[in-house]
Nanobody
Framework: QVQLVESGGGLVQAGGSLRLSCAAS????????LGWFRQVPGKEREFVAA????????YYIDSVKGRFTISRDNAKNTVYLRMNSLKLEDTAVYYC?????????????????WGQGTQVTVSS
């Protein structure tokens, strides 16, 4: 069992930066692939970024490539999402998730554990 708690969301102006953190409980944290998803009201949850168990492989959706960076610290049981050059369309609730397997997968169905989400609002 893994419990995930996100933090770091907030209100930021367009062009600004935020770093989201997701702290996990559980002794097997280092074996899980981890991902960040986001959701806006009325839309499906969208994959944003993923990282494999070792931190050596990452995967991003095209719209955040070059702006967002996912990383993890297995010693601290924490995954991060650094978000730079934020745009209005990045406004959403951001969720971290732990995958059943150790790969950096974009597939929603492969994520078993989810956090409660943290709101990111980008203003003009």
């Amino acid at each position: 069992q893994v419990q995930l708690v996100e933090s770091g969301g907030g209100l930021v102006q367009a062009g600004g930066s935020l770093r989201l953190s997701c702290a996990a409980s559980g002794r097997t944290f280092s074996s899980y692939g981890l991902g960040w998803f986001r959701q806006v009201p009325g839309k499906e949850r969208e994959f944003v970024a993923a990282i494999d168990w070792s931190g050596s492989s990452t995967y991003y959706i095209d719209s955040v490539k070059g702006r967002f960076t996912i990383s993890r610290d297995n010693a601290k049981n924490t995954v991060y999402l650094r978000m730079n050059s934020l745009k209005l369309e990045d406004t959403a609730v951001y969720y971290c998730a732990a995958a059943l397997y150790g790969s950096s997968t974009p597939r929603f169905s492969e994520y078993k554990y989810w956090g409660q989400g943290t709101q990111v609002t980008v203003s003009s």
